[in-house]
């Protein structure tokens, strides 16, 4: 078992303690970037950040901790402290938990977790992978979980499931829990469970912000895993039916999630869009709101714009993908719908603003295929710029992203005037065309294209680019609906009040907005 990286000294408890997953401090991103500005925006409060790592991971600061983090402490999944090798009653303890840690596997919820909270309870610190893991115990709880749930499945494969998936929640039960006012945890998953234990053990509100759907997104790379592509149909026995590991597996998260939900006081989300997804995976309408992330607007409201030929000015009309050069962001799709917009627009400037060394052999495809397009005195690469510096010389911005939460950038050259192509995903469609709550209704600032589609996206970007008027009214409506809807400051107030309402046991939560009933009738 690694050793845990240095702890911030954390004095009394915390106001609130953050649980993250995988991401902030270590890791750059959005998300990343979203808790750093979360603490600092809310400087009058004290913050414990609870870190669930991979073992093994690298532990090295993205980011400088604010002066009002109090805590900094880590849990890695699946590591386990050994504990005792026998205990007094263990049969019957063990016994008794084999029934809620099962139906963690097959779709259960916080009644499960808290039972096995109850169970862990007295003899948590003398507890561990001994026995929960490695005893006969175990062997035979696992025997009754692949006659009941994996029966005709690989029994390898199942076993290393099982055991993976149960060192997961043990490592969660088992860890060190922070003491805190309120709990706050940035996605379901491990680190929705582990906010949920927190919730049932202290009796402190709990509550949970998803970016994008976490059990969704697990559920996409678990049915893509390598790793579990072997096909359990392809057992003899008359019982196989599907993928019953991988099942077990896509249940599990399933489960987190149902218990995160239930503990929750309120489920936040970025985008709408998430609504029916957390409904569908056993959220409670009354408690789901949103809260999006917002842009300071004054650092690109007062970017001067210049004029292209056609407004009398002396540059060419263009158009920018700002983002990382990966295959996330589908570059390729936005070479390609260069080469069709070059036809109709044939003075057109295309820029890829984003730096090209996360993925060098994508990169290389990339510029491959420019060459090949021909595409030379079109289509360039600058990498890392001063986007204020840019959006004054962009008519159009365009996102061809196979997969996005909420893309800032939309935001940015928004509020600077300029309108946006953007892929129907995430929260662009909201972004573009607005909220079904926003009011006042406010025009589109853009289009939406469907993924993978460069004809698509090079028609859309012309059809901006060759009507002034109509680009102009574009830029300004999402102007407007950035200074509405997307202001950082305003956005942080809502926190503010929602962290102050918790902490004063006031134990409110949000009224539920039109969004989400028109939402829920939708889905």
């Known amino acids: 078992m690694p050793e845990y990286p240095p702890t911030v000294a954390a004095g009394r408890p915390a106001d609130v303690c953050l649980v993250v997953e995988g991401a902030y401090p ?3 991103g959005g998300v990343s970037s979203w808790v750093q500005d979360l603490i600092q925006s809310q400087c009058h409060l ?33 590591e386990v402290q050994l504990g005792a090798t026998r205990l007094p009653g263990q049969k019957e303890l063990l016994a008794a938990l084999r029934g809620p840690a099962a139906r963690l596997m097959a779709a259960g919820d916080a009644d499960d977790l808290r039972r096995l909270l109850a169970l862990i309870g007295p003899v948590r610190g003398r507890i561990g992978r001994h026995l929960l893991l490695d005893s006969p115990e175990a062997w035979d709880a696992f025997n009754e979980v692949y006659h009941d749930m994996c029966a005709g499945a690989s029994y390898l494969n199942a076993f290393w499931a099982w055991r993976s998936l149960l060192a997961g929640l043990y490592s969660m039960v088992l860890c060190p829990l922070p003491e805190a006012s309120v709990y706050h945890s940035i996605s379901t998953g491990y680190a929705g469970l582990l906010a949920a234990r927190a919730h049932l053990e202290t009796g402190r509100p709990t509550i949970v912000t998803e970016h994008g759907v976490y059990t969704n997104e697990r559920r996409l790379e678990i049915l893509a895993a390598p790793w ?27 489960s987190y999630s149902q218990a995160c939900y239930q503990c929750c006081q309120e489920i936040i989300t970025l985008f709408e869009g998430n609504f029916a997804l957390q409904l569908e995976d056993g959220a409670a309408r009354e408690r789901l709101s949103i809260i999006p992330n917002g842009i300071a607007p004054d650092r690109f409201a007062d970017v001067v714009r210049v004029p292209n030929l056609a407004e009398g000015g002396e540059r060419p009309p263009s158009v920018a993908l700002v983002g990382r050069v990966v295959p996330i962001k589908d570059i390729k799709t936005f070479i390609r719908a260069c080469a069709l917009l070059k036809q109709q627009v044939p003075d057109v400037r295309c820029y890829v603003l984003g730096p090209m060394d996360e993925d060098p052999p994508y990169a290389a495809e990339c510029q491959r295929l420019l060459r090949q397009l021909n595409l030379q005195d079109t289509l360039f690469f600058p990498g890392m710029v001063d986007l204020r510096e840019w959006f ?21 050259a928004g509020v600077a005037g300029v309108p946006s192509v953007a892929t129907d995903v995430g929260s662009c469609r909201e972004l573009l065309h607005g909220r079904s709550d926003e009011s006042p209704k406010i025009g589109a600032g853009g289009a939406v294209t469907p993924i993978g589609n460069p004809a698509a996206t090079a028609n859309a970007i012309a059809k901006l680019l060759l009507d ?3 680009r102009a009214e574009a830029g300004e409506n999402m102007r407007q609906r950035v200074m509405q809807g997307y202001d950082k400051e305003q956005l942080h107030r809502r926190y503010a009040a929602l962290y102050h309402s918790l902490i004063q046991g006031e134990g409110t939560r949000a009224t539920t907005t ?6 829920e009738r939708a889905s």
Do not use: M
């Open 26 to 28: 270590y890791v750059r």
């Open 46 to 78: 004290r913050f414990h950040v609870l870190v669930i790592c991979a073992p093994g991971a690298e532990l090295t600061l993205r980011y400088p901790l604010p002066d009002n983090v109090s805590g900094l402490s880590h849990v890695f999944v699946q």
């Open 514 to 519: 039109p969004a989400l009933d028109q939402a």
């Open 468 to 470: 002034e008027p109509a």
């Open 228 to 254: 579990l592509a072997i096909d359990d149909t392809a057992s003899l026995s008359l019982h196989a039916q599907g993928n019953r590991v991988k099942d077990l597996w896509i249940n599990t998260f399933v």
């Open 392 to 412: 004054g010389k962009i008519d159009v911005l365009a996102l061809t992203s196979i997969s996005e939460a909420q893309p800032l950038v939309i935001l940015e």
